[in-house]
T-cell receptor, first 112, second 110 residues
Framework: DGGITQSPKYLFRKEGQNVTLSCEQNLNHDAMYWYRQDPGQGLRLIYYSQIVNDFQKGDIAEGYSVSREKKESFPLTVTSAQKNPTAFYLC???????????FGEGSRLTVL | QKEVEQNSGPLSVPEGAIASLNCTYSDRGSQSFFWYRQYSGKSPELIMFIYSNGDKEDGRFTAQLNKASQYVSLLIRDSQPSDSATYLCAVIKAGNMLTFGGGTRLMVKP
């Protein structure tokens, strides 16, 4: 079935460690996005990529990094520079014609 | 002023009633408008989208768009407890960027 797969679903990290969240899609979408969601809050854009080998910072990119070497894959690294990384992270890809986003199931990161 | 604004709620309605969720946006060049539903701890899922002024109906859901007033709403008829969730409004503004509102939490009481 077509969709977006995020892994891991739950992740615990010690302070000072980098972690990488995986996002893979088989929908053949060009554009992919990473959002962060804190409890009771809306979605905030971290990074997005419109095409392979290109990506742009969103509203809260500090402390995060991404790569887009393949159309299907858009991993997000949460670095030790991110001061408050505990959050729910959502990856999405976008339908070109309609603009709607399809979301993965999310990755919940907790810093101990 | 936030680009996309929603009342955070909670909006509480009795089962069987009509729930009315509202969203305003600041960019007059906005083209497309989306409503997503998000259950607690889950990812958002698309309910419907609307591009043109007026109403668009899909089952128990009706989206209403008024570009002159920069206002989009979602009506849920015959609300069920399973409709209890957070509803996110999203807007594609000029420049093709998609922006989300903060969401409205809906509670449908049996």
């Amino acid at each position: 079935d077509g969709g977006i797969t995020q892994s891991p679903k739950y992740l615990f990290r010690k302070e000072g460690q980098n972690v990488t969240l995986s996002c893979e899609q088989n929908l053949n979408h060009d554009a992919m996005y990473w959002y962060r969601q804190d409890p009771g809050q809306g979605l905030r854009l971290i990074y997005y990529s419109q095409i392979v080998n290109d990506f742009q910072k969103g509203d809260i990119a500090e402390g995060y990094s991404v790569s887009r070497e393949k159309k299907e894959s858009f991993p997000l690294t949460v670095t030790s520079a991110q001061k408050n990384p505990t959050a729910f992270y959502l990856c999405a890809s976008r339908v070109t014609n309609t603009g709607e986003l399809f979301f993965g199931e999310g990755s919940r990161l907790t810093v101990l | 002023q936030k680009e996309v604004e929603q009342n955070s709620g909670p909006l509480s309605v009795p089962e069987g009633a009509i729930a009315s969720l509202n969203c305003t946006y600041s960019d007059r060049g906005s083209q497309s408008f989306f409503w997503y539903r998000q259950y607690s701890g889950k990812s958002p899922e698309l309910i419907m989208f609307i591009y043109s002024n007026g109403d668009k109906e899909d089952g128990r859901f009706t989206a209403q768009l008024n570009k002159a007033s920069q206002y989009v709403s979602l009506l849920i008829r015959d609300s069920q407890p399973s409709d209890s969730a957070t509803y996110l409004c999203a807007v594609i503004k000029a420049g093709n960027m998609l922006t989300f509102g903060g969401g409205t939490r809906l509670m449908v009481k049996p």
